[in-house]
């Protein structure tokens, strides 16, 4: 190991009399439990409800499918009527900063139940499934025995069953394969949008920034757009938008970058550059919630300011943008339009879809309001 690299975070704990250890991984990087305790079938539930509160870990030894039970029965005692701010808020900006904190409040005691994987990603436990390909799948390949949470392992079963099976997306007859960790175009209005949007004359080149699936390039290559360069920071983005334009058989027409925004290399200007940055204006608590929440607008700003030295002439910027966070209070309408012109941009044309995702028919929902008022645009921009 060079020094520059750090060593992996390591678990302890008493087993059978000795102190046993092992490598701790989190993809939400959780800290490490600094006291764990060995449970199996026998604990009860109300117990293992105490012991995660007090920052315990339980390191699971019994029947694989009882520890998911367990699971289940302490998020119902977290989200159990008693366990709910007694106060309503009285802002939606209160209520969402509210509903974030008891979300990373469950976090934090369904991460407590953890299981410990061989190398190979073997689980040595009964009635345990198989989960080499899916834990590959996200992690890579294995070099060293893991404790991990039972909650991180069952979504990353869960996002494997998506890429196998995929989602589909009408806009191109076809499907996109989502990986772990990376945004699933499960929510169909916006890609609507994109797909009917009024193409600028002429469209040669287009730009998809932070392309996460590939589905927008995807989308606007099957429009008939020549030239797509599509750019993300993530690694596995990069990865999963690869294999699906490799199995839309769209290579020849798609270029992946990596990039923080814009390509550095010199594609010449674009006829057409498209962004669908994160919705909310907030911290991202963990890595994998940097697809939802774009911490000061940076990605959005970036995004605007940018557009001007990139178009041509007769160009257009398409902002995909919910106005979610104008609801919550993060974000006003005044802003954006501000952020607009300060970018040396215009608004040739604004298309609305509603919102039609399930959340907004869920009325025990604290955030419910927002989610029902919602309505996603695409901002047709150009040069002022």
């Not at 976090?107 to 990603?121: D, F, H, T, W």
């Not at 996109?176 to 002429?202: H, K």
């Amino acid at each position: 190991m060079n020094s520059t690299q750090t060593a992996s975070p390591t678990i302890a704990w008493q087993e059978a009399g000795n102190t046993k250890t092992s490598v701790w991984h989190s993809e939400n990087h959780a800290p490490t439990p600094k006291r764990v305790q060995i449970a199996d079938d026998t604990i009860k539930a109300d117990d293992a409800y105490k012991l995660c509160c007090e920052g315990t870990a339980l390191l699971w030894r019994g029947d694989f499918q009882n520890a998911k039970h367990l699971l289940q029965a302490l998020s119902r005692r977290i989200d159990r009527p008693g366990k709910k701010p007694k106060k309503a808020a009285s802002t939606m900006l209160e209520a969402f900063h509210l509903h974030r904190q008891a979300q990373s409040q469950k976090a934090r005691i369904l991460g407590m139940l953890v299981i410990e994987l061989s190398v190979g990603y073997n689980i040595h436990l009964r009635r345990a499934p198989d989960v080499k390909a899916a834990c590959e799948h996200a992690y890579g390949k294995s070099t060293e025995n893991i404790v991990v949470s039972l909650r991180e392992i069952l979504g990353i079963i869960g996002a494997y069953e998506w890429h196998k099976n995929g989602v589909e997306i009408p806009a191109i007859n076809n499907k996109i394969y989502p990986s772990y960790g990376v945004f699933s175009p499960i929510r169909g209005e916006y890609l609507d949008l994109v797909d009917t949007a009024p193409l600028p004359v002429p469209c040669n080149l287009a730009f998809d920034i932070g392309t996460g699936t590939g589905v927008l390039a995807a989308v606007l290559a099957n429009r008939g757009i020549t030239k797509v360069v599509a750019t993300d920071t993530s690694h596995r983005a990069l990865d999963c938008a690869l294999y699906n334009i490799n199995q839309l058989a769209l290579k020849n027409h798609v270029a992946l970058v990596e990039a923080d925004l814009y390509p550095k290399i010199d594609y010449g200007n674009a006829d057409l550059i498209v962004c669908n940055p994160p919705w909310l204006p907030a911290h991202p608590s963990s890595a994998l919630e940097s697809a939802v929440y774009d911490e000061k607008s940076k990605m959005l700003k970036g995004f605007l300011n940018g557009l001007n030295a990139r178009l041509t002439k007769t160009g257009e910027g398409w902002l995909i943008l919910s106005d979610f966070a104008e609801h919550l209070g993060l974000r006003t309408r005044e802003e954006l339009l501000r952020w607009i012109e300060e970018a040396g941009l215009k608004v040739i044309d604004r298309m609305d879809t509603k919102a039609k995702h399930s959340k907004t028919l869920d009325a025990s929902d604290p955030l419910n309001a927002a989610r029902k008022a919602e309505v996603t645009s695409l901002w047709r921009l150009g040069r002022a």
